[in-house]
């Protein structure tokens, strides 16, 4: 094989590779001995007739179309091994010619992996979230447990705002039923805004074995047959409920810790809240660091990357929904959107995701880290620890080079959270802090998906 007009432009690398004859003819008559079972040619049997007959009853290009896509690959991936180039995605076959002299040549265009040039990195500073606890944030999480544990009980009394109410309701408009607006022992908390605007005011001071007639307008972005339409509702209350919330005291701190005292329990609330609230202000840190490292280099990144990186996430998703016996399809279906849609949703995510893992390989290069390999040994038996994997099975489906290229993005992106200041003024817009942590809100949320799938 041979190599020639080899021009890189636009981000984009394209040759032409020129095959010998005999191994062209060699391709060519085993295309016709794939295909010749399924050409019928009168006079003969099927899968029988010679190959010159076929030939000249469909044109001696007639496996030639077989013949060069067996041959692509190998062709294209020596001819990358001759000029070095470093490419993206599957190449495209522009065009492919034989000659007089039976000698095949094959054109490939294929998307140059983008070359980095690097910014700051290294001494950034980046906006780092108070990490101490407020009087009022602990308050609010005492709360929160409080009312986790609170009784309800039945009440023989009117209901009050607060309340919870067991209610059957039939929905009228113009006297006639209508679909969707009946629901038996039906559960509402008056004041949580959970039914139509309206309808839970008008069962304040409702008892058990009351029946009330509550009249609603529909709002104008509800649901199109009922937006802005006037209903009324039957109602019938069977209890009223009230919440009681327990008293916070010592008692309280015993019922639901291994504390004695509320003031014990409250300090490790408050350690917990530490503990949290660093972790978080820490992350949105990192990724602001990170963010501004990946707006200071410069590179451009062919499509075909992001492409592929969504394509790996919903791989990953189809391989989980499989785990759990069900499709991706269904997956969607109980997410309630398309497919396309999905992609959609994953995408600023895996673009974030390609411009890090760049910035990274970047910076790894330029600081030319190097890993020993008790370092990889090291993250070989950690991984299988953690999978509950035999390592040598691991090190079977794991390359090293893999694992070699993991830490040094890890060490690359230690070096930066290492040298980064953090300072304590706020990006001046909410804008900004919004895209600082946009790479750890796309991250959370897309953990929640996979959470959901497993």
Avoid: W
């Avoid at 590779?17 to 060519?28: K, L, P, Q």
């Avoid at 099927?46 to 060069?68: L, N, Q, T």
């Avoid at 209610?167 to 039914?195: C, H, R, W």
């Avoid at 409702?206 to 709002?219: H, I, L, S, W």
């Amino acid at each position: 094989m041979d190599t020639k007009n080899i021009e890189r432009k636009d981000g984009k690398v394209s040759f032409q590779v020129v095959i010998d004859a005999e191994t062209f003819e060699a391709a060519v008559n085993k295309a016709y001995l794939r295909s010749k079972k399924s050409i019928t040619v009168p006079g003969f049997r099927r899968g029988k007739a010679p190959r010159m007959v076929i030939e000249g009853m469909y044109g001696k290009d007639v496996f030639y179309e077989d013949a060069v896509d067996s041959m692509a690959l190998e062709a294209y991936q020596t001819a990358l091994a001759e000029t070095g180039d470093r490419t993206v995605g599957d190449p495209a076959i522009t065009d492919y010619h034989v000659a007089e002299d039976k000698t095949l040549t094959i054109a490939f265009e294929a998307a140059l992996y983008p070359e980095v040039t690097l910014g700051e990195y290294k001494g950034l500073e980046a906006y780092c979230e108070s990490k101490e606890v407020t009087e009022d944030a602990l308050a609010d999480e005492v709360e929160k447990i409080r009312k986790r544990n609170a009784r309800i009980i039945t009440v023989d009394r009117p209901a009050q705002d607060g309340d919870t109410l067991i209610i059957d309701f039939d929905g009228y408009q113009g006297g006639v039923a209508f679909e969707g607006g009946k629901a038996e022992n039906q559960s509402l908390t008056l004041g949580s805004g959970m039914f139509v605007p309206g309808f839970e005011e008008q069962l304040v001071g409702a008892q058990a074995g009351d029946e009330r007639e509550v009249n609603v307008t529909f709002p104008e972005d509800y649901a199109p047959e009922l937006a802005g339409k006037d209903a009324v509702f039957k109602v019938a209350v069977h209890e009223v409920q009230e919440t009681q919330l327990p008293e916070l005291d010592d008692e309280f701190a015993k019922d639901v810790s291994e504390f004695d005292t509320l003031e014990e329990y409250k300090a490790s609330i408050r350690q917990e809240l530490e503990t949290k609230k660093k972790e978080e202000a820490e992350g949105k840190f990192r990724s602001a660091l990170l963010q501004k490292a990946v707006e200071n280099m410069t590179a451009d990144i062919p499509n075909v990357m992001f492409d592929r990186r969504v394509n790996d996430v919903i791989e990953d998703y189809s391989r989980n929904c499989a785990k759990q016996g069900y499709s991706l399809e269904q997956y969607f279906q109980m997410l309630g959107i398309s497919e396309q849609a999905f992609r959609g949703y994953i995408r600023p995510k895996a673009e974030s995701d390609v411009r890090t893992e760049l910035l990274l390989e970047a910076v790894a290069e330029a600081e030319q880290f190097e890993i020993a390999p008790e370092d990889v040994q090291k993250e070989y038996e950690t991984a299988a620890e953690r999978y509950d994997m035999d390592v040598e099975k691991l090190k079977e489906g794991v390359p090293e080079d893999v694992i070699t290229r993991d830490l040094k993005l890890q060490r690359a992106a230690e070096l930066i959270y290492e040298s980064g200041i953090a300072t304590d003024t706020p990006p001046e817009s909410a804008e900004q802090t919004d895209e600082a942590g946009a790479a750890e809100e796309a991250a959370t949320e897309t953990t929640e998906q996979e959470q959901a799938a497993e």
